[in-house]
């Protein structure tokens, strides 16, 4: 299956490109049938047995069907709706969004979509399995866009051990041009389809229309919500279970105040998590609360200044970001000092979108553990209830080297 998926991502990439490495539009064309499903993903869903499939048609109807089972013969079917947006001139292809519940946890799953118009061919994935058991690999990644480094980034994490993948926010890098929303979902569809996604937004991810942002991000993918939070944002903070791991994703380019949905939202959750079931609860966000780097220094601060405290007395261990397009890990930390039981900040922008690398930095503080700019993945590996081993590796290195690693404590205890 991951040597299947590297092939396709070579492919995909195999003509020439032009001189920013940015991937044409020509080459990640719509290869398939009007009627034909294309741009299928698979995410988290709104429980631990449930996963969300989609994927966009040229033509409308009402083919909203996903077969699917532990065997190539299927047996299952889910259905789903069907619905498009608008921004400018642009109209989007048909999105059919399939939740698919009742799934056995850690099967393999065979599954196709579509229905008597077109139906794609045959992909799987893993189902979830929420719970105290190790090993759990997570593939981290962040800032890919839709280059030669991006698609070396998505091999990477395709060809790697994860059972699941997050991105800590701008994705596409559309930044208005809405068929780059196409392409990048092209490119990104060999690893979308067998691996469970989950998304943080950014601040390229942010384009509004009547009034209304994220348009195109909500209209694409469809990320789990708590009901009483529910708005116009309603997919760009929310939290999600896999393995032993509670994700919580925040937004950091929509309101977090005291009086905010999300700071709301943020307390409701930790409130709410079984630790017995998922003893390593770790954050995502956009912009960096802790960076050496001269790009984006304090487009993180204030919401760290309110937020860090209620991380830290829930002894979250580990918050990712993006925004600045290379790598750091600090110390675990609180406020600029490195303390037993702090937060250690991952930053991994470094996923290959088209503005490049960030290379300036600041004279390296104390609490700087390793930083380096250049393009790659992370993992997570949660070993234990106790103690998980983060993995930097850098595309340049092939699959599989590590170049950067830690082990990171979870001070929790019942």
């Not at 741009?39 to 409308?60: E, K, L, R």
């Not at 190539?72 to 698919?100: L, M, N, Q």
């Amino acid at each position: 299956m991951r040597a299947a998926i590297a092939t396709i991502f070579a492919a995909a990439v195999a003509a020439e490109l032009d001189p920013f490495d940015v991937i044409p539009l020509t080459q990640l064309a719509r290869r398939v049938g009007a009627a034909d499903p294309e741009q299928i993903y698979v995410a988290v869903g709104n429980s631990s047995d449930s996963v969300v499939i989609t994927w966009i048609t040229s033509t409308s109807g009402t083919d909203t069907s996903v077969e699917y089972g532990p065997t190539s013969t299927f047996g299952s079917t889910a259905t789903g709706t069907a619905g498009s947006y608008k921004i400018g001139s642009y109209t989007s292809g048909e999105i059919k969004t399939v939740h698919v519940t009742g799934l056995s946890p850690a099967q393999t799953y065979y599954y196709r979509v579509g229905g008597a118009s077109g139906w794609s061919p045959m992909y799987s994935f893993t189902s979830n399995s929420v719970g105290p058991s190790f090993p759990y690999p997570l593939a981290v990644m962040g800032d890919p866009g839709q280059t030669t480094n991006s698609n070396s980034t998505f091999t990477h994490v395709a060809s790697s051990k994860a059972r699941s993948f997050l991105i800590t926010g701008d994705l596409s890098y559309a930044d208005g041009d809405q068929p780059r929303w196409d392409t990048f979902q092209r490119l990104i569809q060999p690893l979308a389809t067998g691996m469970i996604s989950g998304l943080v937004t950014g601040n390229h991810d942010e384009e509004t229309s009547g009034g209304q942002s994220y348009v195109a991000y909500n209209a694409r993918w469809t990320m789990p919500y708590l009901p009483e939070f529910a708005s116009s944002t309603k997919s760009v903070f929310y939290s999600y279970e896999v393995g032993p791991v509670h994700v919580i994703v925040l937004a950091s380019f929509v309101a977090f105040t005291a009086s905010s949905p999300q700071y709301k939202f943020l307390q409701a959750d930790l409130a709410s998590i079984d630790r017995s079931k998922t003893p390593w609860v770790i954050a995502a966000a956009h912009a960096p609360w802790r960076t050496s780097n001269t790009a984006h220094t304090n487009d993180g601060q204030t919401m760290r200044e309110l937020y860090e405290p209620i991380l830290a007395a829930a002894k979250v261990p580990i918050v990712f970001f993006g925004h600045v397009h290379a790598y750091e890990r600090t110390c675990p930390m609180i406020g600029t000092s490195c303390v037993d039981g702090g937060l250690t900040y991952i930053t991994i922008g470094d996923g290959g979108n088209r503005e490049g690398l960030y290379t300036k930095w600041l004279s390296q503080p104390a609490w700087s553990a390793y930083r380096l700019a250049q393009y790659g993945s992370g993992l997570l590996e949660v070993n234990n209830a106790t103690h998980a081993t983060w993995s930097w590796l850098r595309n340049a290195d092939g699959p599989g080297k590590v170049y950067d690693s830690v082990t990171i404590a979870n001070t929790w205890t019942a």
